[in-house]
Structure formats: structure tokens, C-alpha cells
């Protein structure tokens, strides 16, 4: 079985706008497109949102990466490792961050139907939320779903760790067939060892014969991933 390679870079703003933009050439010149994580209340309009538009004009994926990534917006008691922003959220209150969020885009000129929780952490009232408000894709920390027929494919997100073991853990993933996922975040990139440890990592699920792809076509082919798009907005392309 062939294995399906899914690069996605988080933190994108403009103090990390040059170190996107390297990776991003990086990855064009091996033909390996980006799905692009962005929380529309944490962005900064300007040059990166420009690279951004640009980007998914040109077939990224554009991906709600949650709202404001507030930690625990419900103040419940919930565990340390579970306060990402979507990680205990009922339905109803998820839903109203999703509609937020969705608003918050429209000003940006952006529009998707593709989720990845802050902490790749969904409660299970926000896949109920996501499916009300006609999301196609739900990508968490073990797999991604497909919201229109519920089929889940498995593969955990490996963000990106300078330990040799990363480079055996992804080489394996790709041997094996199924889903690849490398996961960044920008802030990270300002160091030379994690860019060299994902574009190697990238390399070598290549060499293993990976078919790059991005969030919005890793579900079922049952399930639609287009969204109508406001007045002005980019549309989200499948690649």
C-alpha cells in the first residue's frame, strides 16, 4: 500500500513569515504541498495573510486551526494536557466558536471546511459541532475523519523533534503504507535542526514512494470537501 504524505505548518504570523515562506520552497521544489493551520483570531493581516491567500490560490490547504486557542474557554476543571482550546468543549459551545471563527475568516477574505484543534485535542461535542455546521474534515491527534460519512483513517501527527527516533518513526509510517503526518510549527523553524529533520523526514517518505497530499483530500472520496465562499474569499483547492 502506497502511503499518503501530509505536511502541515502552524504558527504562521509575521515573525515567522520568512522561515514559512523557505519551507514552503523547500517543499514546491519536491512537489509536496502545505495544509496551512490558522486561527483567525491570533492573525495578523498583513504580509502573511497575503502569503497565505496566495498559497491556497495556488492549491495549499487553508485549515481552522481553532479560534483564539483561549486554553480552557469553558474555565472547567478539566487535566493539565486536555486545555487546548477545543479539547472539552460541549456541542452547543463549540458550535458558537466554529461560527465565530468561521466569521472571523470571512473577514480575512478566507473560507474552509477543513478543522485541526489547537493540541490536535477534539471532545466529541466538537465533531458533533463540526458536523452541524458542515465541516468535511476533522484532522485530530490519531487520525483524520471524514465528517460526511464518519470513516476515520488512522495515522497520529508527528510534529517535528530533532530526536533520531523521528526520522525511524516516519520512515516506518511510509513502509507501511496508510497516513504520514508531519506536523511544524513555525516558531520552531528559527533553529536549523528542525527544518533539516522535516525536509529529511519529507525525503525519506518520498524515497518510500509517499503520495504527498494535504487535509482536504485525505478523507473518503464520499465525502465533499468544497464549502460555498463569501464574496471575495479564496476558495479552499483539493490536492
Avoid at 501530509?6 to 517543499?27: H, K, M, N, Y
Avoid at 474552509?112 to 458536523?131: I, K, N
Avoid at 497530499?213 to 464574496?231: I, L, N, V
Amino acid at each position: 500500500m502506497v502511503a499518503d504524505l501530509v505536511v502541515s505548518l502552524s504558527g504562521i504570523g509575521p515573525s515567522t513569515l520568512a522561515r514559512c515562506a523557505d519551507l514552503a520552497d523547500e517543499l514546491d521544489r519536491r512537489r509536496v504541498p502545505l495544509s496551512l493551520l490558522l486561527a483567525p483570531r491570533k492573525a495578523v493581516p498583513g504580509e502573511a495573510l497575503d502569503w497565505v491567500r496566495t498559497r491556497v490560490a495556488a492549491g495549499d490547504a487553508l485549515v481552522l486551526h481553532g479560534f483564539d486557542h483561549q486554553p480552557d474557554p469553558t474555565h472547567r476543571a478539566v487535566s493539565l494536557r486536555r486545555r487546548a482550546e477545543f479539547s472539552a468543549l460541549p456541542a452547543h459551545e463549540a458550535g458558537l466558536r466554529l461560527v465565530a471563527a468561521r466569521t472571523a475568516l470571512e473577514r480575512l477574505g478566507l473560507a474552509t471546511d477543513l478543522f485541526a484543534p489547537p493540541g490536535w485535542l477534539a471532545s466529541p461535542g466538537t465533531v458533533v459541532a463540526l458536523r452541524r455546521h458542515r465541516f468535511a474534515v476533522c484532522a485530530d491527534m490519531a487520525g483524520v475523519r471524514d465528517l460526511n460519512t464518519g470513516e476515520v483513517r488512522t495515522g497520529r501527527v508527528r510534529m517535528v523533534s530533532e530526536h533520531w527516533s523521528y526520522l525511524l518513526g516516519t520512515g516506518r509510517a511510509a513502509r507501511r503504507g496508510g497516513l504520514v503526518r508531519i506536523g511544524v510549527d513555525a516558531a520552531s523553524l528559527d533553529r536549523l535542526g528542525p527544518r533539516e529533520v522535516l525536509l529529511e523526514a519529507v525525503d525519506l517518505a518520498l524515497h518510500h514512494d509517499a503520495s504527498p497530499t494535504t487535509y482536504s483530500s485525505t478523507a473518503s472520496p464520499r465525502g465533499s470537501t468544497t464549502t460555498s465562499t463569501p464574496s471575495g474569499a479564496v476558495p479552499v483547492r483539493t490536492r
